[in-house]
Each structure stands twice: as structure tokens, then as C-alpha cells.
């Protein structure tokens, strides 16, 4: 039998499956019939969702009809957050598979990026190149993000873009699902293998050394990743402000054509108001020659 949980469930999803234009007016009814059917919490929650931006609508597009990728996506992301946690383990192996799972998930976010597009244009959205990007690189996020978060955009209901993806990883997120969702069995640190071989000084000293600089090298990709979101987020602002006054310079211009459209009507009949009165003129000055011959 099914719950009132998995009704909203379905309703929900027929809300974010729906075209943009058409939210606001598809929440605002589905809260009230919710109220109506006496589910007052249901219909309090529908009624404080907030209509999606044009890149979290695409996004959710992505998540109920690009399922294989995303799924791919995910995998790929996986395996660079296992990769990562073992090249800070002092793996340098690891390295390879870094390099490897982060040109997939590169490939694949691009890919989806692409599909998104798509999806705008045919929804009859703008879908501009700094659209595309924040779609990739919110993709990319996603790809390191936690399940949940994966599950929702899965089920086309993600309600908000995850912020840039953390570093360094933790153990137990580093270990989550591998590609194809295979548990990850964390590898021994290397100080415990060391340890357990009964290691110099100069084995010990080379270890710290290494993660220590793997730790600088995590720490200056931090900042790097900070000040290039400050950036994007500066330059977005910046388009939006300018795409705002590109729409009412527009409005402005199409006000001004239909204004200059009526005035040469206007000219044009007043032309042919004075060209007749000319004739009435002339035909009156005849007639009184008549009749005073």
C-alpha cells in the first residue's frame, strides 16, 4: 500500500520533471490540493520550494533521463576520491589512477555539460557557454559529492547546487562506492606498514616528508580552488548584470521602433491629408472661376 511519502515522492518528481515556465504555477496547485487532503506538513514543504535556476532545472533533466552517464559519472568520481586518499597515504601508484579517473570524470561532465545544453535549447531556454560551465563544474562536484546528494539528482529532485568538492577526503568518504558500486576496502597506511617491517629512521623520515608535501600540495589546491570559485562567482554576478541590461536596452529598442513605426504612419497619413486638401483647394478655386465667368 502506498504511503503518503511515496504519493509525494511522485508528486515531486512530476514537479521538477515539468518545464521550468510551468513550476511555480504546478507547486503553488500542488500545495493547495496537499492542503485540501488535509496533509498540512506535505503542503507547507511544496509551498516553500523554491523554483529552480535554468542550471539545477538542466541538472535534474540530467538526473531522470541521462541515468547510464550519471552512473558513469559517479564511478569515475569514486575512483579519484580512492585514488586521492592513497596518494596521501604515500602511495605513489596512486598517481596514475588520479591522473586517469580524473581525465574520465573530466570527459564525462563534459559530455553531460553538452547533453544539458541540449535540453535548454529545446526547452527554449539560454543556454550561453558560462551556463554550460557552471553545469560541468557543478557536475564535476557531484561526482565527488556524498550518495545522498547523488541519489537526489538520480531521482531528478536535487533543490540545491553542492559547492566546490572537499580536499582533502576523508577515509570513510573515500571508501563509499567504487565504479559500479563496489565497496572500496581502505588500503594500510603506510606508516603502518613501515611500522609492521620494522622500518629505519631514514624509511620514517622519507614518509613524513612525503606526506607533508603531499599535505602543501592539498592545502595550496585549496586556496587555488577558493580564489578561482571568488573569481567565478565575481564574473557571474558581472554577466548577469550585464545580461540584465542587455534585456532592457532590447525592451528599450523594440519601445523605440514601434514609437518610430507610428510616427511615419502618422507622417504618411498626414501626407495624404494635406495632398487631399491641396486637391479641394484647387478643385474650389476652379469652381469659383466658374462662376465668376
Same mark, same amino acid.
Given at each position: 500500500?502506498?504511503?503518503?511519502?511515496?504519493?509525494?515522492?511522485?508528486?515531486?518528481?512530476?514537479?521538477?520533471?515539468?518545464?521550468?515556465?510551468?513550476?511555480?504555477?504546478?507547486?503553488?496547485?500542488?500545495?493547495?490540493?496537499?492542503?485540501?487532503?488535509?496533509?498540512?506538513?506535505?503542503?507547507?514543504?511544496?509551498?516553500?520550494?523554491?523554483?529552480?535556476?535554468?542550471?539545477?532545472w538542466a541538472l535534474n533533466q540530467l538526473g531522470l533521463h541521462a541515468q547510464d552517464d550519471l552512473a558513469?559519472?559517479?564511478g569515475a568520481g569514486a575512483r579519484l576520491r580512492a585514488a586521492q586518499q592513497r596518494l596521501l597515504r604515500?602511495?605513489?601508484?596512486?598517481?596514475?589512477?588520479?591522473?586517469?579517473?580524473?581525465?574520465?570524470?573530466?570527459?564525462?561532465?563534459?559530455?553531460?555539460?553538452?547533453?544539458?545544453?541540449?535540453?535548454?535549447?529545446?526547452?527554449?531556454?539560454?543556454?550561453?557557454?558560462?551556463?554550460?560551465?557552471?553545469?560541468?563544474?557543478?557536475?564535476?562536484?557531484?561526482?565527488?559529492?556524498?550518495?545522498?546528494?547523488?541519489?537526489?539528482?538520480?531521482?531528478?529532485?536535487?533543490?540545491?547546487?553542492?559547492?566546490?568538492?572537499?580536499?582533502?577526503?576523508?577515509?570513510?568518504?573515500?571508501?563509499?562506492?567504487?565504479?559500479?558500486?563496489?565497496?572500496?576496502?581502505?588500503?594500510?597506511?603506510?606508516?603502518?606498514?613501515?611500522?609492521?617491517?620494522? !622500518? /629505519? +629512521?631514514? @624509511?620514517? %623520515? &622519507?614518509?613524513?616528508?612525503? *606526506?607533508?608535501? $603531499?599535505?602543501?600540495?592539498?592545502?595550496?589546491?585549496?586556496?587555488?580552488?577558493?580564489?578561482?570559485?571568488?573569481e567565478l562567482d565575481k564574473a557571474r554576478r558581472e554577466v548577469e548584470r550585464l545580461e540584465r541590461r542587455?534585456?532592457?536596452?532590447?525592451?528599450?529598442?523594440?519601445?523605440?521602433? !514601434? /514609437? +518610430?513605426? @507610428?510616427? %511615419? &504612419?502618422?507622417?504618411?497619413? *498626414?501626407?495624404? $491629408?494635406?495632398?487631399?486638401?491641396?486637391?479641394?483647394?484647387?478643385?474650389?478655386?476652379?469652381?469659383?472661376?466658374?462662376?465668376?465667368?
Open positions: 500500500m502506498a504511503t503518503s511519502h511515496d504519493s509525494l515522492d511522485v508528486d515531486l518528481g512530476e514537479l521538477y520533471r515539468a518545464p521550468l515556465s510551468a513550476f511555480t504555477p504546478t507547486r503553488n496547485a500542488l500545495a493547495k490540493r496537499l492542503q485540501a487532503e488535509g496533509r498540512s506538513d506535505d503542503a507547507a514543504r511544496v509551498a516553500a520550494l523554491r523554483r529552480p535556476s535554468t542550471v539545477l558513469e559519472l559517479f604515500g602511495d605513489r601508484a596512486a598517481a596514475d589512477e588520479l591522473r586517469a579517473a580524473g581525465g574520465e570524470q573530466r570527459r564525462l561532465a563534459d559530455l553531460l555539460g553538452r547533453r544539458a545544453v541540449m535540453v535548454l535549447t529545446a526547452g527554449s531556454h539560454a543556454a550561453s557557454e558560462s551556463v554550460r560551465r557552471e553545469i560541468v563544474m557543478t557536475l564535476s562536484s557531484l561526482a565527488t559529492a556524498a550518495p545522498a546528494l547523488q541519489q537526489e539528482l538520480m531521482a531528478g529532485r536535487l533543490l540545491s547546487e553542492p559547492g566546490p568538492a572537499g580536499f582533502p577526503v576523508a577515509d570513510d568518504d573515500a571508501s563509499t562506492l567504487a565504479a559500479g558500486g563496489a565497496a572500496l576496502t581502505p588500503e594500510p597506511s603506510i606508516s603502518q606498514h613501515v611500522r609492521g617491517q620494522g !622500518a /629505519t +629512521a631514514a @624509511e620514517r %623520515r &622519507d614518509h613524513q616528508q612525503r *606526506l607533508a608535501a $603531499a599535505q602543501r600540495a592539498v592545502d595550496d589546491a585549496g586556496r587555488t580552488l577558493a580564489s578561482a570559485q571568488k542587455a534585456l532592457a536596452l532590447t525592451t528599450e529598442a523594440a519601445a523605440a521602433a !514601434a /514609437t +518610430a513605426r @507610428e510616427a %511615419r &504612419d502618422r507622417e504618411e497619413s *498626414l501626407e495624404n $491629408a494635406e495632398a487631399e486638401a491641396a486637391r479641394r483647394l484647387e478643385q474650389a478655386h476652379a469652381e469659383l472661376a466658374t462662376a465668376e465667368g
